[in-house]
């Protein structure tokens, strides 16, 4: 971030990037938690761009970190874009900004490297938290059968992939028409806004099948998160919960919701007279 916020998030795309504050001070701070930029806006808001809606600052076009366009696929997307920047007060918040940082990340991050990504994502087939099962205490191996069994169920059913449980930790290798089926369906996802949630949604929960299926609308993000976290749960319940797991399992749970947010806001409607899927 350089001293001047204008010239990090308006402008051209061929803009040069901002230059390191010359600071010595900050320098023998070290990496500490860097100081917020003032608000330097009055308004956001939003003009017809390539490709959708891009950000605006005042009427000047907005860009990503990358200094690539902040252009949004759709109207629902870009004014929820939008309110985030209008509710920041005083200073820019990233942190308070959850739908920004999923945006960015879809536009530098996952379209001009979509294959990567789908490589990325293709690994999770082979090590789904669905498919490592505890061999005891009974209430837990039940509560994991309840949660998981019937979205297993679901993935073979609608994606065509059958995997194989194990016991504990041990790793268990998938049938390799499970690792492609489950390939296909990441291939399928619509967009590197959609792909960028699931990428998210995948690496919180440890499951590409619970991500896959919250995308699919086949569960709710609060019903993928609690399958999520039924170990957890239970060892809550035997054990109690401490402030410090509580804040953390808090911030996950935000950045959760955000990412299942942002895949629904990004979801592309079907075109007139096509059959919706």
Do not use: C
């Not at 005083?90 to 879809?106: C, E, H, K, W, Y």
């Not at 087939?125 to 297993?152: C, I, K, M, N």
């Amino acid at each position: 971030m350089s001293d001047d916020p204008k010239s990090d998030w308006l402008g051209g795309a061929d803009a040069p990037p901002p230059k390191p504050a010359a600071d010595p001070t900050a320098s023998a701070r070290g990496p500490g938690k860097p100081a917020l930029p003032k608000r330097f806006y009055a308004a956001a808001g939003l003009a017809e761009a390539e490709g959708g809606l891009r950000l605006t600052l005042d009427g000047r076009p907005a860009h990503t970190p990358a200094r690539n366009p902040l252009v949004l696929p759709n109207r629902g997307l870009a004014e929820a874009v939008a309110r985030e920047w209008e509710a920041q007060v005083g200073v820019i918040d990233p942190s308070t900004m959850p739908l920004t940082r999923l945006a960015n990340t879809a536009i530098d991050g996952v379209a001009p490297r979509r294959d990567a990504v789908i490589d990325d994502l293709s690994a999770y087939a082979g090590t789904d938290l669905l498919a490592y099962r505890a061999g005891e205490p009974d209430r837990l191996v039940a509560a994991q059968s309840a949660a998981w069994d019937p979205v297993l169920d679901w993935a073979r059913e609608n994606l065509g992939a059958r995997f194989i449980l194990g016991e504990g930790v041990m790793h268990v290798a998938q049938p390799e028409d499970t690792v492609a089926a489950l390939r296909r369906a990441i291939a399928a996802t619509d967009g590197p806004f959609r792909l960028a949630a699931l990428h998210t949604l995948t690496t919180l929960t440890g499951s590409l099948v619970l991500a896959l299926a919250v995308l699919a609308g086949h569960l709710t993000p609060a019903e993928a998160w609690a399958a999520a976290h039924v170990d957890e749960t239970y060892q809550a319940s035997v054990w109690g919960t401490d402030a410090e797991a509580a804040a953390r399992h808090a911030l996950r749970t935000a950045e959760f919701e955000a990412a299942a947010h942002l895949a629904a806001l990004a979801r592309r409607e079907p075109e007139p007279g096509s059959p919706k899927t």
